[in-house]
């Protein structure tokens, strides 16, 4: 068990729909990150929240949308959701502000999103 | 174009046949260069961070060099539990922008 937990552990919706994946950080952390994994293109950094404010943006679409509440752990909502949005979404978490801290940081287990 | 290439995609030693994988970029202002195991089913783990040309770590059978233009992860004499993909990921510019490469798959077979 890495810290960081993620649910569900997997989804499967059809296409047009709305979810909501949720993160909890490894205690201590403040930083927490989304990444979306597929086959294709490896893994890609959509969002970088630091104590409930959005520190970074990587590649995420605009139909997508995540926030970190004062408890820290954060939600990333996926809406009209298509095909290609059929992936693994990770969740890491680290105690610095900065991107990829000196010792990494920790990923959980992943939300595997199945959209038929 | 910033990116981050490993090679190979996939891997097959033999127990105790010790390789190197590679991981190449082309970034500008490279910040940091990270390793990470990742398992099926499961997250990357953190192995190493290197920062500068000429760095190397150290973790059991693992060993992580740099150059200004890659990075190897030496694997000695590896065992079948060291099967796993490996990332490569880099930290770079000055707004942090960061790339994963996509992987060497790593199959150790007794």
């Known amino acids: 068990d890495s810290g960081v937990t993620q649910t569900p552990k997997h989804l499967i919706t059809a296409t047009g729909q709305r979810v909501t994946l949720r993160c909890s950080p490894r205690s201590g952390d403040l930083s927490v990150y989304w990444y979306q994994q597929s086959l294709d293109q490896g893994l890609q950094f959509l969002i970088q929240y630091y104590n409930g404010e959005e520190r970074a943006k990587g590649n995420i679409l605009e139909r997508f949308s995540a926030q970190q509440f004062p408890d820290l752990h954060s939600e990333l909502n996926l809406s009209s959701l298509e095909l290609g949005d059929s992936a693994l979404y990770f969740c890491?978490?680290?105690?610095?502000?900065?991107?990829?801290?000196?010792?990494?940081?920790?990923f959980g287990s992943g939300t595997r999103l199945t959209v038929v | 174009e910033d990116q981050v290439t490993q090679s190979p995609e996939a891997l097959r030693l033999q127990e105790g046949e010790s390789s190197s994988l590679n991981c190449s970029y082309t970034v500008s202002g490279l910040r940091g260069l990270f390793w990470y195991r990742q398992d099926p089913g499961k997250g990357p783990e953190f192995l190493f961070t290197l920062y500068s040309a000429g760095e190397e770590k150290e973790k059991e059978r693992l060993k992580a060099t740099l150059t200004k233009k890659e990075s190897f992860l030496h694997i000695t004499a590896p065992k079948p539990e060291d099967s796993a993909t490996y990332l490569c990921?880099?930290?770079?510019?000055?707004?942090?922008?960061?790339?994963f490469g996509t992987g060497t798959s790593l199959t150790v077979i007794p």
């Open positions: 890491a978490s680290s105690a610095s502000p900065g991107h990829m801290a000196n010792y990494g940081y920790t």
């Open positions: 990921a880099v930290q770079a510019g000055t707004g942090n922008q960061f790339y």
